[in-house]
């Protein structure tokens, strides 16, 4: 932004604010979380943790009725819905569609999700013989692809590296892995991250602006091939930044 | 690859070789590292820290004198010579030149590069007011740029997600942090893994083909995010992957 000769003194002479302690996030547990998406791997793995979490989930998915027999089978109070009910009756809506019906899915629920918090956690692949490969979205990305398709949400990226089969291990207490949250507002990213903190030993880190989402999205390709090396389900934790105990 | 009618019998009836242990990599304590712009932050951190782990290290610079006025400040039998001299001398080339001077730098050191195993770690970026963001090469990253100006030299992209001030920090004796190794053939990116794996603290870890390298370039973007708003010098650690103890 340019400050122009006409602009009003409290832009000119407003204090610059102490920077705000990046660990400080608000209280999000008495938000309703939907999953779009819900039914698929993805979706479902973190309607599990969430639900786990004390966080009310809500499942949605194309079908009502196949939305509500995931989450009778998951249990822990989640509901089940089709993606426009789910995303009405949540404040906060994570899009866990695949990327093939990613643009077109969202236009349908550009209505019921206005004014909500949105959370894209779409990774846009292609798979060949050599394995997997970045797709790249004319909007840059999927999460900016979102931003587009919504102009009346706010929309975030996060979630995108997990591990689906470590996310559904019910042998597994803690998930270590760190979640980079991107947005273009502070206010929303700090509840984005407050949610992924509310699994146990999950971490939401910032990691930028919406234009800087497609490198996170598609670095799921490279985590692929990780697990396919070392045979594991790997994740990220970003090193030197530390949580202080409370 | 698609195997046809006519395949030769070994490739048909050969048995599926036994899975190679990931950790399992080269001795390569023995081999001359040669660091091309290794008078800026990134090159000088990586040549001091592989010095230090008792690699014998070439500085390369345009300017000979350049490179051996950084090698006598770093010590450690580093030595300085033109980046051409430094690459002939070297068994693996480091380039970690600016993303503006990378494709003519490595134009003009084809043939000096020809036969070495070169490690891109140069990571395309773009700055505005609103910080740090991916640039995209025509070839998709500057490694694939790499590959495609070197078609002598066996091309990897590694070193990536390193913080320079940590690298050059003399009270900081381990690194912690991965380092994602990509590349098309298994005993290049073994060597590199290895050479990552001398500097204490740090792990290499194969992550894919160099056509995923473009994300791995960009993360750099997140992470100047990452150490903005929490005041680090941020890495990458990636989870579930465990070295045996020997």
């Given amino acids: 932004m340019t400050t122009s000769s006409s602009a009003s003194s409290d832009e000119v002479h407003q204090p610059v604010p102490a920077a705000k302690d990046p660990w400080e996030l608000p209280d999000v547990s008495g938000l309703v979380v939907g999953v779009l998406g819900g039914t698929g791997p993805q979706g479902k793995g973190l309607a599990y943790r969430l639900a786990k979490a004390g966080q009310q989930v809500i499942i949605g998915s194309r079908a009502a ?18 993606n426009p009910e789910a995303a009405r ?7 866990a569609v695949p990327w093939d019906g990613h643009a077109k899915t969202l236009e349908s629920l550009r209505d019921d999700l206005a004014g909500k918090l949105v959370i894209d956690c779409v990774n846009p692949l292609g798979f060949d013989k050599k394995g997997a490969y970045a797709l790249t979205p004319e909007e840059g990305s999927a999460a900016e692809q979102a ?19 470590t996310l559904m ?15 273009e507002v502070r206010t929303d990213t700090d509840v984005v991250q407050a949610l992924a903190d509310r699994i146990p030993g999950m971490r939401g880190v910032f990691g930028g ?37 409370t």
């Fill in 169 to 183: 291990d019910q042998d597994v207490e803690e998930i270590n892995t760190d979640v980079l949250v991107l947005g």
């Fill in 147 to 165: 931003a587009v398709l919504l102009p009346g949400s706010r929309v975030t990226a996060a979630f995108h590296h997990l591990s689906a089969v």
């Fill in 89 to 95: 009756r949540s404040d906060i809506v994570i899009v």
């Fill in 65 to 82: 009725d196949r939305a509500r027999a995931v989450a009778d089978e998951l249990g822990l109070g989640i509901q089940g819905a089709d």
């Fill in 209 to 245: 602006r919406l234009r800087n989402a497609h490198q996170v999205e598609s670095l799921v390709a490279n985590l692929i091939s990780v697990n396919r090396r070392y045979k594991a389900h790997a994740g990220l934790r970003v090193t030197d930044i530390q949580r202080p105990r």
